[in-house]
């Protein structure tokens, strides 16, 4: 899978809105951007995952750059339960790894009170 | 059915145990994972069944062996396990298609003494 670069970690708010953001500039143009999070001692929780176009669903809203090569997680109101890890992964569809899903670092967001 | 259930959800075993770890899922998903996480890492893939069929191992060691035996199931069977094996092992299951996103379990903390 290609590469993201996010940071390592970000403060916010309590009910402030929180972007988080990831570079993928080696992005190819079938690779979907995928965001997931993990809670404290939890698996991976899908969030929201987009090709080209801005998505928004009941957990957050997904903006991609036009020239796809960075994108970012925007947490409209921040809670207490959004602290967590959040990965920023791409999928690629290059055949036996097809069903790929491979982990950066990503970010760890802590919410403030 | 919306979830991946594992069990157990704690192990502690010693180094000559022959133990078995459990995935299940109902949302007939064709694509079923285990993961493994060490603390403070991002979770590293272990091998990919798609179809009930290993499609990837990412080289684990052979005291590690999965076994798919429906569309519904997975196991992964541990024996001869290291103390540094310790981790939290997570399943998780998704259509295969890109435009998916994965469903992942809680996990098995697992522990080897």
């Known amino acids: 899978d290609a590469k993201t670069t996010q940071p390592n970690s970000m403060e916010s708010n309590e009910e402030e809105p929180v972007h988080l953001p990831c570079n993928h500039s080696t992005i190819s143009g079938t690779d979907y951007i995928h965001w997931y999070r993990q809670l404290p001692s939890q698996g991976p929780e899908y969030v929201i995952h987009g090709l080209t176009s801005n998505v928004n669903n009941r957990m957050a809203s997904l903006a991609i750059a036009e020239d796809r090569k960075s994108s970012t997680l925007i947490l409209h109101r921040a809670t207490l339960r959004d602290a967590a890890v959040y990965y920023c992964i791409l999928r690629t569809d290059s055949g036996g790894s097809n069903y790929k899903l491979t982990f950066g670092k990503g970010t760890l967001l802590t919410v403030n009170p | 059915d919306t979830e991946v259930t594992q069990t157990p959800k704690h192990l502690v075993m010693g180094m000559t145990n022959k133990k078995s770890l459990k995935c299940e899922q109902h949302?007939?998903?064709?694509?079923m994972y285990w993961y493994k996480q060490k603390a403070k890492k991002p979770p590293e893939l272990m091998f990919v069944y798609s179809y009930e069929k290993l499609s990837i191992n990412e080289s684990v060691p052979s005291r590690f062996s999965p076994e798919c035996p429906n569309s519904s199931l997975l196991n992964l069977h541990l024996h001869a396990l290291q103390p540094e094996d310790s981790a939290l092992y997570l399943c998780a299951s998704s259509h295969g298609d890109l435009n998916y996103g994965y469903t992942f379990g809680s996990g098995t903390r697992l522990t080897v003494v």
């Open positions: 949302m007939g998903h064709r694509a």
